[in-house]
């Protein structure tokens, strides 16, 4: 990592452990908050009609694409820290949860709005039938390990991540970058595995 003028001077200012502690209480309040929303959309008696002529079923697509836009912010992010550029960075991971906000945004209007659709199902009808299953072979066991590992990924890096962003923002930058070591590679992990679980899904929709 390259010691610039600018780093060296992001990292002589004071921790404000004040607002430290003001921020991991939000942090894990949203994170619950959110957890909560997740488990909660799954449930199709909580399925919320839509106006007739409205139609949600773009929003696969959107949310997909913002996914794998995140990934390349995030390597954007990594690059520009190692060459001591700290306000690119910071401008590149506050642009990269920016988008991670709007693709919740989409992936929760769309999964309470319309019906979950399920890998293989080629007639629709909501179950996997032998034949169905014959049909998908091995890809379907791909797709549902790629899958889990995904959700898993995500729901793990979500308190991480906004802690990380915690520890930057009140200048606890140790901290910061310890954090940052461990959920960097979940984040990216789940922003490149999210638009190849929308691929192998899309003939599906």
């Given at each position: 990592?390259?010691?610039t003028v600018?780093?060296?001077e992001w990292l002589r200012r004071e921790p404000n452990m004040q607002l430290w502690k003001k921020l991991r209480i939000v942090?894990?309040?949203?994170t619950g908050a959110v957890l909560i929303l997740v488990g909660l959309m799954r449930r199709p008696d909580l399925r919320i009609p839509l106006p007739e002529g409205v139609d949600l079923t773009f929003l696969p697509a959107v949310y997909s694409a913002i996914n794998g836009v995140v990934a390349v912010v995030l390597i954007a992010g990594l690059v520009a820290v190692f060459k001591g550029k700290i306000q690119l960075?910071?401008?590149l991971m506050l642009t990269a949860m920016g988008l991670s906000v709007l693709f919740l945004l989409g992936y929760v209007a769309y999964h309470f709005?319309?019906?979950?659709?399920?890998?293989?199902?080629l007639n629709k009808d909501g179950e996997i039938s032998s034949l169905e299953s014959a049909e998908t072979?091995?890809?379907?066991?791909?797709y549902l390990i790629l899958l889990i590992t995904h959700i898993v990924a995500a729901g793990v890096s979500l308190p991480l991540i906004l802690l990380a962003f915690?520890?930057?923002w009140s200048s606890r930058f140790?901290?910061?970058?310890?954090i940052a070591r461990w959920v960097y590679p979940i984040w990216l992990y789940v922003a490149i595995t999210g638009p190849i679980c929308y691929l192998m899904l899309k003939p599906y929709y």
């Open positions: 990592m390259r010691f600018e780093r060296t942090t894990w309040i949203l960075h910071k401008k709005t319309n019906t979950e659709v399920i890998f293989g199902d072979g091995g890809s379907r066991i791909f915690s520890a930057a140790s901290a910061h970058r310890a």
